[in-house]
């Protein structure tokens, strides 16, 4: 009984928070790759079709390749790959401000101040998991060239929120402004799903690099899965609780015999 009973409870949370999702006027559409001279194109494309409010966020990919401080000393990318955690790619972006997600923890941010040499922002688990503190060194590897950054302030992102903010590094735009950014956008769709593959098909159309990723979908198959793992539970549950009944009528009917005898 108590595991139906808490099956179904998850799967009204759940189904609470698919509904909230669809309900809300959050983006809904990710568009990946969009090159610096394609942007005045997708935002066309996005007004054209109602949804002229798309956000747009320049990216780059990075790897790092040393860290040099008071509690790590990584010399080259060979030490990062040996210490874990830190090897993979990032991707990485740059701006002046901070995102409703972000709260600076340790340092300053600089805002909207020139550059003081090579500097990068970094979330709180590259300190809390791996050492990293402010004033520490690191070097990244940015298209083929090498940058050593000093760690000026640490963020606390909430993930949850992550459309504008979720970036594990954070350079000052001095230091990224020469490197050929690559942006990612978000926007919300029109609801209609004509419309809506409309505009994803004329954005793909203009530009077949482009890559579009819809989050509604993303959600229905979620959905679906939760609701198949969902109706497995209660079916194994509900054979548990018949299978219990049954032995307990059998239990009572053989005590009741031997009571009788």
Not at 79 to 106: C, H, I
Not at 164 to 172: A, I, K, P, S
């Amino acid at each position: 009984v108590f595991l139906v009973l808490a099956t179904v409870g998850i799967e009204r949370n759940v189904q609470r928070e698919f509904a909230f999702q669809e309900g809300s006027d959050d983006p809904d559409l990710f568009f990946l790759d969009i090159q610096a001279d394609q942007v005045g194109g997708v935002r066309r494309n996005a007004a054209a079709r109602g949804a002229a409010d798309i956000t747009l966020i320049p990216v780059l990919q990075a790897r790092i390749h040393g860290i040099f401080g008071r509690n790590v000393h990584l010399e080259d990318r060979a030490a990062v790959r040996r210490a874990g955690g830190l090897s993979r790619e990032y991707t990485v972006s740059s701006r002046g401000w901070l995102e409703d997600n972000e709260v600076v923890t340790e340092g300053e941010f600089w805002d909207e101040r020139p550059a003081e040499g090579v500097e990068v922002s970094i979330e709180n688990w590259v300190q809390e998991d791996r050492g990293v503190q402010l004033g520490d060194i690191m070097r990244f590897e940015i298209l083929g060239e090498t940058l050593d950054a000093r760690v000026t302030s640490i963020r606390d992102v909430e993930w949850r929120n992550a459309r504008n903010g979720g970036f594990t590094f954070l350079f000052h735009p001095d230091n990224v402004v020469d490197f050929p950014m690559s942006y990612a956008g978000f926007v919300r769709g029109p609801d209609d799903v004509v419309e809506r593959a409309r505009f994803q098909g004329a954005v793909v159309g203009e530009f077949p690099n482009v890559s579009v990723v819809d989050l509604r979908d993303v959600l229905d198959t979620m959905r679906q899965v939760a609701d198949s793992v969902s109706m497995a539970i209660r079916m194994v549950g509900l054979i548990a609780l018949v299978g219990g009944l049954l032995i307990l009528i059998g239990t009572v009917a053989v005590s009741y015999t031997h009571l009788t005898l």
